[in-house]
C-alpha cells in the first residue's frame, strides 16, 4: 500500500511551474486545495504571504509526511479517488499542478475541482511541444524530453495532452478559461501567450485559471 | 497458573473527586466522580499549553514514568517527555485514567456508593454502570476545568484514545485547537466487537469470576483475564511481527519432541496474560471493552461521520499504521473523508510498518516526526 504511488507519480519535478505564477493567480485570504501538493511548498507559500487556509492531497507518502512533519494540513491521498468527499463550494480556489497527465481520470477529475472550487488552477506539460513533434516526426520513436523523461513503458503520465487539446476540453465541458499562460520550464511566461497555436508550439507548459460556465 | 491470585495491591493515585458526580449516557449517576490524573510539565501563563493525552484499552495515567504497580517505563515515553514529538519542555501534558478504569478514577474497584454518594464498603464490581467513551470524555472535562483550563491545545491519542479523541472533537469542539486520533476508527467493527467478546467469554468462564463478585474472598478470575489478555495481544501484533520475534522457534530445545514442547510464541503469550492480571481488574476489563464496542461516533449524529465535525474549526492529524489489522487504516481513511465532507481542517498519513496495531507504542520515527510537526503547527497558531 504505501509504496505503490511511487510509480504512479509524476516525475518531472525539476520542471514544475514556478510556484509564484500560480499563487499570483490566488486572492488573499482565500481557501486553496493543493492537489498533488508534494512537500506542501506552495500551501506553505499560500498560507505565509497570503493568509490563505490552504489545503494539501500528495498521493506520495514519503512527501505527504514530510508536509505533515512541517506543520501543514496535507492528506496522503490521491485525486482521482478523494476529491468525491468534499462537499460542493468547499474551496474558492482548486490547484493541480503538473498532475493532470498522471491522473486515471482527467475529466473527472476538472469535473469534481470544479464542484468543490469555485475556480480551477491547472497546469500540465504541453505535449505539442515543438521538440516532441520534431523528434516523433524524425525518429519514429516516443518522443523525450526533460520533462518526458521516462520511456512510454513505465511513464506515470499516462494522459498526455496538448495545450489545443486542454482548450477544447473546456469548450466541450463548459468551463470559462479566465486567464491561461504558456510558460517556458523554467516557469517564466512565454512571449506567445496571446496565440494558443504559437503556445502550443513554443510553450513547454500551460497554466488555466478556470470556472464553471 | 494454579493457584488463586490476590486482587493487585491498591494504591494511592493523585486524583479529583466531584462530590456532584456525573450522570452517564445510560441514565445512571456516579457520585462522587474520582478521577486519577497525572500531569507532566509546566502549564504557561495564557493556559494554553496543555496536552490531554487520551491512554487506550489497558492503559492508565502513567504515560511517561515508571507504573507504580509493575515497575515498567510509562507506556508512551517514546511519544511523551523532554524533546519528544509531545514535549513536556514545551507542553502542560495531561492524563487522566478512564471512568471504569482500575487506577484511581470511578471504576468497577472503587467502592461503590448509593445514590446519596454514600460509600456502601463494598467494591461497585459488576454493578459499576455501563459507560461510554462520551462519558470518558465528560469526565475528563470536569478534570481539565478543574486544572483552570478553557482550552486545550491538543487532545491525542490512539486505539480507544483515538475515539476519546474524536468525541472530545464532536462535543467539546471549541475546547480542543488540535486533535490527533490514532489508530483508530469512528466505530468499533463487527470484527473488534467479536475479540472483545472472546475475551469477556474467557472472564465469565472463569470459575474464580463467581458472577463478578470475585473481590468477596479474595480472589480474582486470573486465567480468564489473562486468556483475554492472551487473544487481545494476538490482535495488537501482526503476522509478520509475530513471524520476526518469534517464528517457529522452541523454548530450550532446537527440534520437536512431541512431548512437552513450547513454542517460543505460546510462551510470549502466557507471559503477557500473567502479568497483565496484576494490574488490571477483570471487571473493568468487561466495562471498558464495553465502552469501545459501543462506540459509533455516525449513530450518535444522525447516521453520518461528517456531521459530528461540521463547522468545526479543529486541527485533526489523523494516522494508521500499514500492518494494523485491529484498526486498518481503511478505517482511518474514511474517517479523514468524513472530516473531509466537514470540510476540516485536516491531515492524514499512514506509517510503513510491519508492527501491526502495537506501532502506535513503539519507536516509529516517521510517525513521531508527523506528529511532532502537526502538533508545533498548532502551537504556532495559537502563539504557544
Not at chain 2, 478470575?221 to 494476538?234: E, N, T
Request: with cysteine.
Amino acid at each position: 500500500m504505501p509504496d505503490a504511488p511511487q510509480e504512479i507519480r509524476f516525475v518531472a519535478k525539476n520542471m514544475r511551474l514556478d510556484l509564484r505564477l500560480i499563487a499570483e493567480m490566488v486572492a488573499p485570504g482565500a481557501r486553496v486545495l493543493d492537489i498533488g501538493c508534494g512537500d506542501g511548498a506552495l500551501i506553505e507559500h499560500l498560507i505565509r504571504e497570503k493568509g490563505a487556509d490552504a489545503r494539501g492531497i500528495e498521493i506520495d507518502m514519503a512527501e505527504a509526511t514530510e508536509a505533515v512533519a512541517a506543520g501543514l494540513p496535507v492528506i496522503h491521498g490521491d485525486a482521482d479517488a478523494d476529491l468525491a468527499f468534499y462537499p460542493d463550494g468547499a474551496f474558492d480556489y482548486v490547484v493541480l499542478s503538473r498532475t493532470l497527465q498522471a491522473v486515471e481520470k482527467p475529466r473527472e477529475v476538472l469535473r469534481q475541482m470544479l464542484r468543490i472550487g469555485r475556480f480551477a488552477i491547472v497546469s500540465f506539460p504541453n505535449f505539442g511541444h515543438w521538440q516532441l513533434r520534431w523528434k516523433l516526426l524524425t525518429s519514429g520513436r516516443m518522443p523525450d524530453n526533460e520533462t518526458w523523461d521516462r520511456p512510454w513503458y513505465e511513464t506515470p503520465n499516462i494522459h498526455p495532452c496538448t495545450i489545443r487539446d486542454f482548450f477544447a476540453l473546456c469548450a466541450q465541458d463548459g468551463y470559462v478559461v479566465e486567464r491561461w499562460l504558456a510558460v517556458d520550464d523554467k516557469g517564466l511566461r512565454s512571449p506567445w501567450k496571446r496565440s494558443p497555436w504559437l503556445a502550443n508550439l513554443f510553450g513547454e507548459q500551460g497554466l488555466f485559471l478556470l470556472r464553471r460556465g | 497458573m494454579t493457584e488463586a491470585l490476590a486482587p493487585f495491591r491498591q494504591l494511592d493515585h493523585q486524583r479529583v473527586l466531584f462530590e456532584d458526580g456525573l450522570a452517564l449516557d445510560c441514565g445512571a449517576v456516579v457520585a462522587p466522580l474520582a478521577v486519577a490524573y497525572r500531569t507532566y510539565g509546566r502549564l504557561n501563563a495564557a493556559r494554553s499549553n496543555a496536552v490531554l493525552v487520551c491512554h487506550a484499552l489497558t492503559g492508565d495515567q502513567y504515560v511517561a514514568e515508571p507504573h507504580p504497580l509493575t515497575g515498567k517505563s510509562g507506556w508512551w515515553e517514546a511519544v511523551v517527555g523532554p524533546g519528544k514529538p509531545i514535549d513536556t519542555e514545551r507542553y502542560f501534558v495531561i492524563c487522566a485514567n478512564v471512568l471504569g478504569g482500575c487506577m484511581g478514577s470511578s471504576g468497577p474497584p472503587e467502592e461503590m456508593t448509593d445514590g446519596d454518594g454514600r460509600g456502601l464498603g463494598r467494591p461497585w464490581g459488576t454493578d459499576f454502570p455501563s459507560v461510554t467513551i462520551r462519558d470518558m470524555v465528560r469526565a475528563q472535562k470536569r478534570l481539565v476545568e478543574h486544572l483552570g483550563i478553557a482550552r486545550l491545545l491538543a487532545v491525542v491519542g490512539g486505539s480507544m484514545g483515538g475515539m476519546q479523541v474524536l468525541e472530545w472533537a464532536a462535543t467539546y469542539p471549541d475546547m480542543v485547537v488540535a486533535a490527533a486520533p490514532i489508530a483508530t476508527a469512528s466505530y468499533h467493527s463487527a470484527q473488534n466487537i467479536a475479540f472483545h467478546e472472546v475475551g469477556r467469554a474467557a472472564i465469565h468462564g472463569d470459575p474464580d469470576w463467581q458472577g463478578g463478585r470475585y473481590w468477596e474472598d479474595g480472589r480474582i478470575p486470573a486465567k480468564g483475564l489473562s486468556v483475554a489478555r492472551m487473544v487481545a495481544h494476538i490482535t495488537y501484533l501482526s503476522e509478520q511481527a509475530l513471524g520476526r520475534k518469534f517464528g517457529r522457534r522452541l523454548r530450550g530445545a532446537s527440534a520437536l519432541t512431541f512431548l512437552e514442547d513450547v513454542f517460543e510464541v505460546e510462551s510470549y503469550l502466557r507471559y503477557q496474560g500473567s502479568t497483565f492480571v496484576q494490574r488490571f481488574d477483570a471487571n473493568s476489563y468487561l466495562t471498558i471493552t464495553r465502552a469501545m464496542d459501543y462506540f459509533d461516533l455516525a449513530a450518535e449524529h444522525g447516521g453520518e461521520v461528517a456531521a459530528a465535525f461540521r463547522g468545526t474549526s479543529t486541527r485533526f492529524l489523523v494516522a494508521s499504521f500499514s500492518s494494523d489489522w485491529l484498526f486498518p487504516t481503511e478505517e482511518s481513511r474514511a474517517l479523514v473523508r468524513a472530516l473531509n465532507a466537514a470540510a476540516a481542517n485536516v491531515s492524514f498519513v499512514e506509517i510503513a510498518t510491519d508492527k501491526g496495531h502495537d506501532a502506535f507504542l513503539l519507536d516509529e520515527p516517521v510517525f513521531h516526526r508527523a506528529l511532532g510537526g502537526f502538533l508545533r503547527g498548532a502551537a504556532a497558531k495559537v502563539g504557544v
